[in-house]
């Protein structure tokens, strides 16, 4: 059974910062190309960040770029999402996803997370 198991979400000021956590179980987790969406209330899910299993690149949306990034562990099966210099427009609900071919980092995904809530106050 394949598990992304999101956490580390929450109630934050604008200007602070939060990691986010993804684990995944029932998945070749080293293979993985793993990516970070979110979906604001009334808004479309959209793309924040990528990284493939060689984290050798990362791919990272134009509008949290130079304030989020994304890293993974693959001996602990998690890949992070880094937010800094948050602000209100950041607050939605944060998805990690999985797929298994490196093409176009921004779509595609198989396996998805159910989500942790970042909320941002100014």
């Known amino acids: 059974q394949v598990q992304l198991v999101e956490s580390g979400g929450g109630l934050v000021q604008a200007g602070d910062s939060l990691t986010l956590s993804c684990v995944a179980s029932g998945i070749p987790f080293s293979s993985a190309t793993m990516g970070w969406f979110r979906q604001a209330p009334g808004k479309e899910r959209e793309f924040v960040a990528a990284?493939?299993?060689?984290?050798?690149?990362?791919e990272i949306a134009d509008s949290v770029k130079g304030r989020f990034t994304i890293f993974r562990d693959n001996a602990k099966n998690t890949v992070y999402l880094q937010l800094t210099s948050l602000e209100p427009e950041d607050t939605a609900v944060y998805y990690c996803?999985?797929?298994?071919?490196?093409?176009?980092?921004?779509?595609?995904?198989?396996?998805w997370g159910q989500g942790t809530q970042v909320t941002v106050s100014s």
């Open positions: 996803a999985a797929k298994f071919v490196a093409y176009n980092y921004r779509r595609d995904y198989t396996y």
């Open positions: 990284i493939p299993w060689s984290a050798d690149y990362k």
